[in-house]
């Protein structure tokens, strides 16, 4: 089983459509969980961050977290052709021997594709 | 501000050559990291330096040495590489925000190309 498993895809949505990505995760000590949005040839950006279970929202972005199922999803309110890109689930947790900084383990990354 | 720079961003090597990636972040950030990413495949870690010091090697071949002169720089000295170390080479640096959160910054990266 992968650490840390997303659809590839690709997820194709139509313009003003709502993009639902989705994350599973092995760990149970898993801490902190982020999505990261990569365009073509780019380097990863983080849009979302997320600790707690439940939602979190910014702008058209909802975060959600469920420990318990160890899910975790984005939600993108109102695509745009600008949002297509490859979305990346990663999650954190704290090395053994408590170093204080954690190591990031992603996933495969969606490929979101907004239609006009 | 949350930017990690990185030089070059393009760079062709042979197999004999010696090169180096840098990275510099001024954020205060006391862990930097090294990534490595293939086309079409997620980033994989290769170093953490946490306060200066290597804290994480993921099993890296010797070609890679990293290098980490101060708080603000982090350095990827490259020798002997093959044609399959060609790849974008990300830097990263984490910090705690005033929650008490840590979030992972990357450099636009350094697309590698070894001939």
């Known amino acids: 089983q992968k650490e840390v498993e997303q659809n590839s895809g690709p997820l194709s949505v139509p313009e003003g459509a709502i993009a639902s990505l989705n994350c599973t995760y092995s760990?149970?000590?898993?801490?902190?969980f982020f999505w990261y949005r990569q365009y073509s040839g780019k380097s990863p950006e983080l849009i979302m961050s997320?600790?707690?279970?439940g939602d979190k929202e910014d702008g058209r972005f909802t975060a959600q977290l469920n420990k318990a199922s160890q899910y975790v999803s984005l939600l993108i309110r109102d695509s745009q052709p600008s949002d297509s890109a490859t979305y990346l689930c990663?999650?954190?947790?704290?090395?053994?021997?408590?170093?204080?900084?954690?190591?990031?383990?992603f996933g495969q990354g969606t490929i979101l594709t907004v239609h006009p | 501000d949350t930017e990690v720079t990185q030089t070059p961003k393009h760079l062709v090597m042979g197999m004999t050559n010696k090169k180096s990636l840098k990275c510099e972040q001024h954020?205060?950030?006391?862990?930097m990291y090294w990534y490595k990413q293939k086309a079409k495949k997620p980033p994989e870690l290769m170093f953490v330096?946490?306060?200066?010091?290597?804290?994480i090697n993921e099993s890296v071949p010797s070609r890679f040495s990293p290098e980490c002169p101060n708080s603000s720089l982090l350095n990827l000295h490259l020798h002997a590489l093959q044609p399959e170390d060609s790849a974008l080479y990300l830097c990263?640096?984490?910090?705690?925000?005033?929650?008490?959160?840590?979030?992972?910054?990357f450099g636009s990266g350094t697309q590698l190309s070894v001939l």
């Open positions: 990263a640096s984490s910090g705690y925000s005033g929650t008490g959160v840590e979030k992972l910054f």
């Open positions: 760990d149970r000590g898993s801490q902190s």
């Open positions: 997320i600790y707690s279970n």
């Open positions: 990663a999650v954190k947790k704290v090395q053994a021997g408590g170093t204080s900084y954690g190591k990031l383990t």
């Open positions: 954020m205060g950030h006391r862990a």
């Open positions: 330096y946490s306060y200066e010091k290597l804290s």
